[in-house]
């Protein structure tokens, strides 16, 4: 059974930083890509960011490019999303995902928890 349970939002002010985390379990964490979507309220979800299963490659969204980082301890087993200068627009539900196939970006995202959330307000 894939589980992945996120942790770290909260509420912080516009400029303000957090580290978002997602511990993984039921599946080999090291062999599948990872990502980070996001949900505002009221909006669908959109892709944040993505590493590949060996770490070695990164992607952004546009808007997130400089403000966000995206990285993974293998060890374990669990993937981070460092979020900087934080604007009231990133306030939503933040899910971590795995991609479908082991060693691949092939397929689509799988998004097995239930999110955590980042409230950006003064």
């Known amino acids: 059974e894939v589980l992945l349970v996120e942790s770290g939002g909260g509420l912080v002010q516009p400029g303000g930083s957090l580290r978002l985390s997602c511990t993984a379990s039921?599946?080999?964490?090291?062999?599948?890509?990872m990502s980070w979507v996001r949900q505002a309220p009221g909006k669908g979800l959109e892709w944040v960011s993505s590493?590949?299963?060996?770490?070695?490659?990164?992607y952004y969204a546009e808007s997130m490019k400089g403000r966000f980082t995206i990285s993974v301890d293998n060890a374990k087993h669990t993937l981070y999303l460092q979020v900087n200068s934080l604007k009231a627009e990133d306030t939503a539900v933040y899910y971590c995902?795995?991609?479908?196939?082991?060693?691949?970006?092939?397929?689509?995202?799988?998004?097995w928890g239930q999110g955590t959330l980042v409230t950006v307000s003064s």
């Open positions: 995902a795995k991609y479908l196939y082991a060693s691949s970006w092939w397929g689509y995202l799988e998004i």
């Open positions: 039921g599946f080999t964490f090291d062999d599948y890509a």
């Open positions: 590493i590949s299963w060996n770490g070695g490659t990164t």
